[in-house]
């Protein structure tokens, strides 16, 4: 697989959870990486990119100021840290490499993982 997310769950509102992807070499190197969620009876929507040194980033603005992302290129790894999260938050979350025009927030590739779940209550 291109893409395998983990680290999902369910966690009460105001809590914190991190999410990991780990990509193939192919699709990880040079690329900026981002994060994407679907959440029940709606489309799949762009959370957060960040370019391939790491220096730049993106955040939609539901969620600026409370998810960061990273990568560790020598793992090949995306990260998602979310942090204060509200009930809104809960979706089937992916990664996938990105436009490297971070506010485009577009996949570059119509091709996913099986995503991780967050469930946030309230």
């Known amino acids: 697989a291109q893409l395998v997310e983990s680290g999902g769950g369910l966690v009460q509102a105001g809590g914190s959870l991190r999410l990991s992807c780990a990509a193939s070499?192919?699709?990880?190197?040079?690329?900026?990486m981002g994060w994407f969620r679907q959440a029940p009876g709606r489309e799949r929507e762009f959370v957060a990119a960040?370019?391939?040194?790491?220096?730049?980033?993106n955040y939609a603005d539901s969620v600026k100021g409370r998810f960061t992302i990273s990568r560790d290129n020598a793992k090949n790894t995306v990260y998602l840290q979310m942090d204060s999260l509200e009930p809104e938050d809960t979706a089937v979350y992916y990664c996938n490499a990105v436009n490297p025009l971070l506010r485009i927030g577009r996949p570059l590739i119509d091709a996913w993982g099986q995503g991780t779940q967050v469930n946030v209550s309230s």
């Open positions: 070499t192919r699709l990880f190197r040079a690329n900026a």
């Open positions: 960040i370019n391939w040194s790491g220096a730049n980033t």
